[in-house]
């Protein structure tokens, strides 16, 4: 369904069952729509990179299915130094005003609250929720499940399954309800729990953290997952 006061550019591929509600702006060439995506009026996607180094070049912004992109949010396309394409996956939800740069990559099951800002090259692995004014720094890394709170400025790596929060962000706890949510089993969360003590201990270096729980948590995935992102 295309609604009134569309705009659709040449060049520009549009799965089954999308809907355009009206006043969406749909740039290209190279942008890509799978099925049943849902778009509000105001949303501008695959308009050109904000990059002063684009020249034009043909560049592609790729979009999974099932997403819910809300009123005036922008998705840009890739650079050619970025390797061409910004790509977002499937069962997204963006809110008003939030904005993906270029070449980001973001996975399934993402959440940007009103107004979350994603630079530059920055990667969202799956499960991730941003909150309301959440600032990403580009090249930043946001480790699966994991949480930032409204107002975070984030300049660094996160790992997976913890909240951050805080300007600059750090990590202040974990995500128990993230968790929860995904379906991780009640072993394993009790295993990050138990990490996420180990790990964050007053006084102790990080490094030795990761030691310890690896010495006493090793053969659990999800806190293997999360001593890999530590290093």
């Not at 705009?7 to 799978?34: I, N, Q, Y």
């Not at 929860?180 to 990490?195: I, T």
């Amino acid at each position: 369904m295309v609604g009134p006061l569309c705009h659709v550019a040449a060049g520009v591929r549009v799965g089954d069952g999308c809907e355009l509600l009206g006043s969406v702006t749909l740039l290209g060439p190279g942008t890509r729509l799978g099925r049943r995506n849902r778009v509000f009026p105001g949303a501008v996607l695959g308009a050109p990179p904000q990059d002063r180094s684009h020249r034009g070049e043909p560049t592609v912004l790729e979009i999974g299915d099932d997403n819910e992109v809300r009123e005036q949010v922008t998705i840009h396309r890739g650079t050619a130094k970025g390797g061409g394409a910004t790509r977002v996956g499937s069962r997204c939800l963006f809110m008003v005003g939030a904005h993906v740069a270029h070449d980001a990559q973001v996975g399934d099951d993402v959440i940007l609250t009103n107004l979350a800002t994603l630079g530059g090259h920055v990667v969202v692995e799956p499960h991730v929720v941003c909150g309301g004014h959440v600032a990403v720094q580009p090249f930043v890394r946001l480790g699966r499940g994991c949480f930032l709170a409204g107002g975070a400025r984030v300049e660094r790596d996160v790992p997976p399954f913890v909240i951050a929060a805080g300007d600059r962000a750090r990590v202040r706890a974990l995500n128990a309800v993230g968790l929860e949510r995904m379906g991780v089993p009640s072993a394993s969360r009790a295993a990050l729990e138990r990490a996420f003590r180990i790990l964050w201990h007053k006084g102790r270096p990080l490094s030795e953290g990761v030691r310890l729980a690896r010495a006493e948590l090793a053969g659990d995935a999800y806190v293997e997952e999360l001593l890999g992102a530590l290093g």
